[in-house]
T-cell receptor, first 110, second 113 residues
């Protein structure tokens, strides 16, 4: 069964605006990761946050993790047309596998 | 150089046929995976191998048989293809077993007619 569930399923924003998407999961984790998938391409790793971390930044990306609520958020600031993609959260636990959700599709309008 | 490469990129075949997808990584990783992405983009793990040893075998029909001849290669053979096997299959690799960053191939889109 899937572990992470992203919300919203789809998001459309204007270039320059911020995009926020959320991920909820069910069981305890060691880490949570976010990936981007451009149309017709493979997934690309964006950022990893460990279970003992609360916030992490990478360029225009900001990830938060609330283990008490079993949720994470990904914020993309000052979005660009090139940010148009699907974004997936994935949870890693002690079962040696990374479990993905169905993703949030982000469209950035010029 | 492509880090994780899989071939072919597209397969179109008839029900009942057998097909294989090959994957190679040049990152020196010791763990490789097969994931299946359905039409709703949900990504589900199928298998993982660590140092050629099968670690994860999710509830996958035994028509699917992975083979890892060495650490750098993980192939997927599918027998007696069914309509429901139509999907995009992704190969990935990582260093170690404890779910660090995964590096994905570009995917192989399988269409069963």
């Amino acid at each position: 069964s899937q572990q992470g569930e992203e919300d919203p399923q789809a998001l459309s924003i204007q270039e320059g605006e911020n995009a926020t998407m959320n991920c909820s999961y069910k069981t305890s984790i060691n880490n949570l990761q976010w990936y981007r998938q451009n149309s017709g391409r493979g997934l690309v790793h964006l950022i990893l946050i460990r279970s003992n971390e609360r916030e992490k930044h990478s360029g225009r990306l900001r990830v938060t993790l609330d283990t008490s609520k079993k949720s994470s958020s990904l914020l993309i600031t000052a979005s660009r047309a090139a940010d148009t993609a699907s974004y997936f959260c994935a949870t890693g636990g002690n079962d040696y596998k990374l479990s993905f959700g169905a993703g949030t599709t982000v469209t950035v309008r010029a | 150089d492509t880090a994780v490469s899989q071939t072919p990129k597209y397969l179109v075949t008839q029900m009942g046929n057998d097909k294989s997808i090959k994957c190679e990584q040049n990152l020196g990783h010791d763990t490789m995976y097969w994931y299946k992405q359905d039409s709703k983009k949900f990504l589900k793990i199928m298998f993982s191998y660590n140092n050629k040893e099968l670690i994860i075998n999710e509830t996958v029909p035994n028509r699917f048989s992975p083979k890892s001849p060495d650490k750098a290669h993980l192939n997927l053979h599918i027998n007696s293809l069914e309509l429901g096997d139509s999907a995009v299959y992704f190969c990935a690799s990582s260093q170690g077993l404890l779910t660090g960053e995964l590096f994905f191939g570009e995917g192989s889109r399988l269409t069963v007619l």
